[in-house]
C-alpha cells in the first residue's frame, strides 16, 4: 500500500539539479539510518528511483542495509509539490596515503581514492 499519493524520490548529485529547477525546496541532512528508515517506510510502487548506477546501488542496498527492492527507475526532471526525495551525494577525495596489498589472487592493488556519501532529504514546499 502507497504511503502517499505522491512516491519518494531517490536521487544521486548527477541528476539532482534536475529537480531543482523551479519551486522552493526545504533540505535537511539525514543519518545513514535515518534515510533507511525513509526509505523502509515505503513500499516498493511508493519510491522512485532516478539513478541506475551500480555504485550507488550498492551504497543503497549493501551499506544502508535497505532491503533489496525493485523500485521503478524513472529519469524525472520536476518534483511536484509536498513531494519527498532523498539524494545521496558521492564524494572522491585522492588518498593521501597509496598503500599496496596483495589481493586473494596475488596481485598487488593501490588505494588511489576516497570516497564518501552523504544523505540529504529534501521536499518541494512550492
Do not use: W
Amino acid at each position: 500500500m502507497a504511503r502517499s499519493a505522491l512516491p519518494l524520490i531517490l536521487v544521486d548529485n548527477a541528476n539532482i539539479l534536475s529537480l531543482l529547477g523551479e519551486g522552493e525546496f526545504k533540505f535537511n541532512p539525514l543519518s545513514f539510518e535515518e534515510a533507511k528508515m525513509i526509505i523502509d517506510m515505503h513500499d516498493d510502487d511508493d519510491v522512485i528511483k532516478c539513478f541506475s548506477g551500480y555504485e550507488l546501488k550498492q551504497v543503497v542496498f549493501n551499506y544502508l542495509k535497505v532491503n533489496e527492492r525493485d523500485f521503478k527507475y524513472e529519469p524525472l526532471t520536476e518534483m511536484k509539490v509536498g513531494q519527498d526525495a532523498i539524494t545521496f551525494k558521492i564524494y572522491r577525495t585522492p588518498s593521501t596515503t597509496q598503500p599496496v596489498i596483495s589481493t586473494g589472487d596475488g596481485i598487488e592493488a593501490k588505494k588511489i581514492e576516497n570516497v564518501y556519501v552523504t544523505c540529504l532529504h529534501f521536499s518541494r514546499l512550492k
